[in-house]
């Protein structure tokens, strides 16, 4: 168990809606990175976020938005939602915004758009 | 820019067999490399870390990586497979003082009884 906690584990939706992945990182942990995971892209940094700041950007679509709220928690929105958005979406968490600091992996949320 | 090619997307090895996962990296700067373990249905777990520091990284569950400046790898090895060891496996490489990794399409090893 690594601390980081996502929810939901599953989601299953049809195209053209919107969800919203929830992580909550590591007690003590300032920065929360999203990650998407599909067998076409492999595993592809969207953005980092630090302290409720955004740091870091990576290929995130302009369809998908991210925030970190004063707790840390960080959420993931995903709209107009399309086939190829079925994927795993991890969250990590560090204690800090560089890479030296480990970052640990969530579970999970598995998003099937149908 | 920083990638990471990692080589053979499946491995096979017998359990007690030498383990060797390949990755060789590109960075327009020096990088730092991670080795990252993903077992069925959980999220990703770092191995090991090179940071710039001693060029054999030891890391956890026994394994470890080389880096090579010359050949730009950094390959992991484990002497003895276990069949714990069954999982993908994920190369990394992030800048100095960047934010975020870039990840290789993974390899998956099947320990063999």
């Known amino acids: 168990d690594s601390g980081v906690t996502q929810t939901p584990k599953h989601l299953i939706t049809a195209t053209g809606q919107r969800v919203t992945l929830r992580c909550s990182p590591r007690?003590?942990?300032?920065?929360v990175y999203w990650y998407q995971q599909s067998l076409d892209q492999g595993l592809q940094f969207l953005i980092q976020y630090y302290n409720g700041e955004e740091r870091a950007k990576g290929n995130i679509l302009e369809r998908f938005s991210a925030q970190q709220f004063p707790d840390l928690h960080s959420e993931l929105n995903l709209s107009s939602l399309e086939l190829g958005d079925s994927a795993l979406y991890f969250c990590?968490?560090?204690?800090?915004?560089?890479?030296?600091?480990?970052?640990?992996f969530g579970p999970g949320t598995r998003l099937t758009v149908t | 820019a920083q990638s990471v090619t990692q080589l053979g997307s499946h491995v096979s090895v017998s359990e007690g067999a030498l383990v060797l996962l390949r990755c060789n990296y590109s960075?327009?700067?020096?990088?730092?490399l991670f080795w990252y373990v993903q077992y069925p249905n959980q999220g990703l777990q770092l191995l090991l870390k090179?940071?710039?520091?001693?060029?054999l990284v030891k890391g956890i569950n026994g394994f470890e990586a080389e880096f090579k400046k010359s050949e730009t790898s950094f390959h992991l090895t484990k002497p003895s497979a276990h069949m714990s060891d069954a999982a993908e496996y994920f190369c990394?490489?992030?800048?100095?003082?960047?934010?975020?990794?870039?990840f290789g399409t993974g390899t998956r090893l099947t320990v063999i009884p």
């Open positions: 990590a968490s560090s204690v800090a915004g560089a890479t030296t600091y480990e970052q640990y």
């Open positions: 960075s327009s700067v020096p990088p730092y």
């Open positions: 007690s003590g942990d300032l920065s």
């Open positions: 990394a490489v992030s800048g100095i003082g960047a934010n975020n990794l870039f």
């Open positions: 090179y940071t710039s520091a001693a060029t």
